[in-house]
């Protein structure tokens, strides 16, 4: 019992101030899919790529990426942990096995996005649920800033080719 909790305090005081908020899927993940996935409080991607180049009505954007140089095009220079997620992927174009997705949402700034559960949605489909947390209710706001969820997908049954994304109601799809 006093292992437990020595290690339940180690592990509390090795992970205190930490901002690199790293979320995995298990439950509600298919098995032979691979996830990882980070949060990103802003926008880190470049003028084309963003929930900022769309219509102000459109509050819900993905974008996808099957290469690192694509990838690292589309962030701007000043995103330390967007870039080094990037790093971080094997990306399919490179002879690796993933491919990121990135999911965008303009919303209130205390909101912060959470990976939900992912589900297939036919043999080569995926369809990503984000919780906005944070806040409860309805989530109104004059101003609303980017909040982005990162994801690094990777299928045993091969790469996506369609990923709907589906957050606070609204769904953008990428054809990966």
Known sequence: MKRRAVAAGLLAVASAGCTDRLYDLAASTPRDLAVRSRYVDGNPLVEGQS????????RTHAASFRSKSA????????????TAFVEATSFVDDGGE??????????????????????????????????QAGVRGDIETDDPVVKT???????????PERVI???GGQRAGVTI
């Open 51 to 58: 929930v900022r180049s769309l219509p102000e009505e459109l």
């Open 71 to 82: 990838a690292t095009s589309a962030v701007l220079p000043d995103q330390p942990e967007t």
């Open 98 to 131: 993933s491919v990121l997705v990135v999911a965008q949402r303009l919303t209130a700034d205390e909101v912060q996005l959470r990976l939900g559960g992912i589900s297939r949605t036919g043999d080569r489909a995926l369809r990503i649920a984000v919780d």
């Open 149 to 159: 969820l990162l994801l690094r997908l990777s299928d045993e049954r091969g790469t």
């Open 165 to 167: 994304v589906s957050i």
